[in-house]
Structures are given as C-alpha cells and as structure tokens.
C-alpha cells in the first residue's frame, strides 16, 4: 500500500516537539488519502527514541541509526529519506517546516521530482493546501500536480495527537551513505543558555527595540527567568545588538506559539505578528495606547515597561514564595 512518510526531528537524542505536530498532520493526511503511516528517524545511537514514536497509528518506525547521521547534514539525510521513500512508495513526504526541515524538503523535492507545499497551515478535503503568505496577510491555497508530493508543516498550526497503545514495527535500515563526504561539520559552537527553546518554550518572553540597552534586556530576562520561560525580541531589537539574532521571532525570524506570550514594548508589526499569532494568550505591555500589539493582545497594559516590569516580577516572586 502507498504511504506517507513523516521525517521525525531529534537533536542530541531527544525529539523535537515539533516531530508530533508533524504526526498530527500526517494522521490526518494519511485517513483523508488512505495511506500507510511511515516514520523517519535519522541520527546516532537513536535506538531509545523509537519507543517515543510508539502509538502515533504509525505501520513502521524507521531507524537511520549511522554514526554518518549523528549531525544533520542535507546530502546523507536527503540520500537515505529518498531510498526509504522509495521503497515504501511513499506517495507524501512530511515534516515540520523547521531551520532543518527548510533546508531538507526542497532537497527531497528535488531530487524525487516531486513538487512542494511549503509551511502549510490546513488541508482541504479536495487535497489543497493553505499556506500564508506575505507575513500571514495573505492565506494561499496551493495545489501540487505531482503524484509524489512533498509538504512541510507549520507546526504550531497543528496539534500533537495523543499517544495511543498500538504498536509499529521497528525497522532499522541501512543504506551505505555515500553522500556523507561531500560536506563535513568540523565543529559546532553552540550558544548556551539555561532558558527553554524558544520554539518549544511554554511561555515566551519578548522583548522591543525599546528594551535600549543592557539594563532593560536584563530586566526582561529576568521577567523570563522568573516565569522559567524563553526570551524572545523583535527584529529591531536583534538589528539594534541588544540580543542575538537567534532570539528573533517573526516572519524572518522563528515562529512560536506558546500557551503565553509578552510582547514588552514591541509595537506589533505585521512581520512580528506573523511569527507569534498562534500564541494561545498574548499579553502587550506599551505605552502607546495606538500600538498595533493591542489589537492582537488577550490582556494589555497601557503602561511604562521600566515601571510595570520589575513591579510584575516582584509580584510573581511573591505570589512563588506564598
Ligand atoms: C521583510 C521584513 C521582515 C521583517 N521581519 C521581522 C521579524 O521577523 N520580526 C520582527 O519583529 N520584525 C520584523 N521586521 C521589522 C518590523 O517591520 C518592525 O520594524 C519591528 O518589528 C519593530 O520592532 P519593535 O516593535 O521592537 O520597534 P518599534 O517599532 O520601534 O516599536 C517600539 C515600541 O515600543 C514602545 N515603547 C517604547 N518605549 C516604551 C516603554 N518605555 N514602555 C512601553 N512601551 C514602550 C513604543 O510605543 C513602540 O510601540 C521585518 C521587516 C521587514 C521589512
């Protein structure tokens, strides 16, 4: 029987929690076309993670457990996921539309011919994808003409389903990567930090332009730290070099969609919008009462940052301590 084959994401041994926002698409995808589901683990001593991926109505769990694999590099990923797509016929290949998945669909696209849906927000029933454009102002509805497709997810566009009891086969697959030499990663220097990732976080706290300087990016971090959440900013903040490029989120930047979000002196421009809308509760704080952030804000604060801020964190450690 034809498949779907979901392309599950780890890093350093876990899995990311967008894997299961893929599976929730791929659920959905495979009922609607009446495929098998398939899944794709890639990686270095991954053998634990399977049992991870229990439960999800996969048919088979596919383990690419290579020392090859270990870091994510385009060549080897693409080679082993077109083999495997090919033996399963794997009719659709999904994933979620991360920094990897961005740079690994095109790739799978293009090597299998296949055309591509990129970040797709719905399926229709006529098997039309919707996906936004120009900073979400515009929703297209795109359809692919190949047989074989490939479609990445925005992830915060869908729901983890829930782990269920049955059981998929465990399938470890070797193939010799013979693209592995083409590019090698001859170290990594990772940025570190005691805070949750920002596209997995919980509760995100984001920080403008208006932050200035030193003084107020330390008095957000430490609103996040207090709330044990994630620290975010705006592109304008990022441009200014009050925090690092990794911290952006909108258009250009990452998309979240946390159970709570601060937008703390950010004005809500369309391009950050379109990268926390999805947040289930948005809290703005600004002192301009025309601010565009209020427009989206679930709860919003009228008031000076430099005053509100440090009063809201002595609160929260007060209400902690209580
Ligand atoms: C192609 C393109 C892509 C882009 N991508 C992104 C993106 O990914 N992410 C993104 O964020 N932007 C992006 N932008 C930039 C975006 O258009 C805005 O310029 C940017 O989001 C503005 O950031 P800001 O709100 O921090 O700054 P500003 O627009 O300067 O707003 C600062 C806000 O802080 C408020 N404020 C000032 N002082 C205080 C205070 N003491 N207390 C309370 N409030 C205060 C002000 O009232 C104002 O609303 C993009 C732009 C383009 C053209």
């Known amino acids: 029987m034809a498949s779907i084959l979901v392309i599950a994401e780890q890093y350093k041994g876990s899995l990311r929690k967008v894997t299961f ?52 590099r385009t060549e080897p990923y693409t080679q082993a996921i077109c083999a495997l797509a090919s033996e399963i016929d794997a009719q659709m290949i999904t994933g979620a539309a991360t920094v990897q998945g961005k740079d690994l669909f ?10 591509m849906a990129s970040d797709i927000v719905e399926m229709l029933p006529d098997g039309t994808f919707k996906r936004p ?22 992830a915060t566009a869908f729901e983890a389903p829930k782990q269920g009891s049955d059981q998929a086969k465990v399938n470890k697959f070797n193939i010799s990567l013979e693209e592995a030499d083409k590019v090698r990663v001859e170290d990594m220097e990772e940025t570190k930090s005691e805070r949750p990732e920002l596209t997995e976080a919980r509760v995100v ?52 969609a946390p159970e709570l979000y601060f937008a703390i002196g950010i004005s809500g421009a369309i ?25 989206l804000a679930d709860y919003g604060f009228v008031a000076d940052m430099f005053k509100v801020v440090p009063e809201m964190i002595e609160e929260i450690k007060k209400r902690k301590g209580a």
């Open 106 to 115: 095109p790739r799978i696209a293009g090597r299998l011919g296949a055309g």
């Open 205 to 256: 706290v984001s920080g403008g332009r208006s932050m200035k300087d030193e003084k107020g990016v330390k008095m957000i971090e430490s609103l996040a730290d207090t709330l044990k959440a994630a620290m975010g900013a705006s592109r304008a903040a990022c441009d200014a070099g009050l925090v690092p490029n990794e911290l952006q989120v909108g258009q250009t930047g990452k998309v979240v």
């Open 271 to 295: 391009q950050h919008l379109a990268g926390m809308k999805g947040s289930k509760v948005i809290v703005a704080i600004n002192k301009d009462p025309e601010a565009p952030i209020f427009q």
């Open 21 to 72: 926002n893929a599976l929730g698409f791929a659920k959905q995808a495979a009922n609607q076309l009446g495929l098998d589901l398939h899944i794709f683990l890639g990686g270095s001593d991954i053998g634990g993670l399977a049992k991870e991926l229990q439960g999800y109505g996969a048919k088979a769990i596919h383990l690419a457990d290579d020392s090859d694999l270990e870091v994510y």
């Open 133 to 154: 454009v120009w900073a979400g102002s515009v929703i297209a509805r795109v359809r692919v003409e190949t047989a074989q497709k490939v479609v990445s997810i925005r």
